[in-house]
């Protein structure tokens, strides 16, 4: 089963409550929240209070890909706030496997993100503790970046590597690119773009949906 992403990043802010009903009366399956700190890339975006505002406004569930140097830190306040999937990246400061532990604590579902140019041997020996990996196919801090089509195969690798849980693939996502992802195994999209500068999210989600499908729309 595909399930569509929209990312909040690339939203209206002044018109938050109504972006965020849009994209849920418009079918959206979850909520992805990207939190940057200005220091593991190079922008910043929103914190704990945000996600927590959020969480009052939508039934959806929300994913917080946390793009910050010490995830471990952060991850409870995160999980306070209403964060139901929780990923850090393998590049980030802090011990995975602690940050793991915490999120199970937490009872939040747990997500590693790698970024294109990290070998996929460093989340190998964590798989078995992950609900999902989150495959950039850009490097994070923007959105509306180009799709990087050399990630594709890390895709199939994941599996060959015996990995059964979700493949969420995030960055450049589109009508395009979408089938070529979903083909490939991933089953969460992200998009933030494709989605939230599109007139009519309903319109932008089934696309997706259906390209992802290999259905024409
Ligand atoms: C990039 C973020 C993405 C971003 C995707 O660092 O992690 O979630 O919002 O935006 P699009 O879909 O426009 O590439
Ligand atoms: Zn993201």
């Known amino acids: 089963m ?14 938050l409550a109504s972006e965020i009903a849009s994209v849920e009366q418009g079918g959206a399956d979850l909520l992805h929240l990207d939190v940057m700190d200005g220091h593991f890339v190079p922008n910043l975006t929103f914190g ?4 927590e505002s959020v969480n009052k ?5 929300l994913d917080c890909h946390l793009m910050i140097s010490h995830p471990l830190r952060y991850v409870d306040a995160f999980a306070k706030a209403g964060a139901d999937w929780i990923s850090f990246h393998v590049e980030a400061e802090d ?3 602690k940050v793991i532990d915490a999120l199970e604590r937490l ?21 078995p503790r992950l609900q999902m990996v989150l495959v950039m196919s850009v ?18 690798e994941l599996r060959n590597l015996g ?11 589109d009508a395009r690119t979408a089938p070529l992802v979903a083909e490939a195994g991933a089953t969460m999209l992200v998009a933030g773009s494709a989605v939230f500068r599109q007139q009519d999210r309903s319109a932008a989600i089934a696309g997706l949906r259906a390209a992802a499908s290999g259905v024409r729309s």
């Not at 595909?2 to 018109?15: C, E, G, K, V, Y």
């Not at 406004?57 to 569930?61: G, P």
């Not at 490097?139 to 199939?156: A, D, T």
């Open 163 to 173: 990995f059964t849980g979700e493949i969420e693939v995030d960055g450049g996502i």
């Open 57 to 61: 406004c939508t039934a959806l569930e």
């Open 139 to 156: 490097f994070p801090g923007f959105g509306g970046q180009k799709f990087i089509p050399e990630v594709l195969p890390r895709i199939k």
């Open 107 to 127: 009872g939040v579902k747990a997500g590693i993100a790698i970024n294109p140019d990290t070998t996929l041997y460093r989340v190998k020996p964590l798989l």
């Open 48 to 51: 704990p209070p945000l996600v």
């Open 95 to 97: 011990d995975p496997g």
């Open 2 to 15: 595909i399930r569509i992403l929209p990312s909040l990043l690339s939203a209206d802010f002044t018109q």
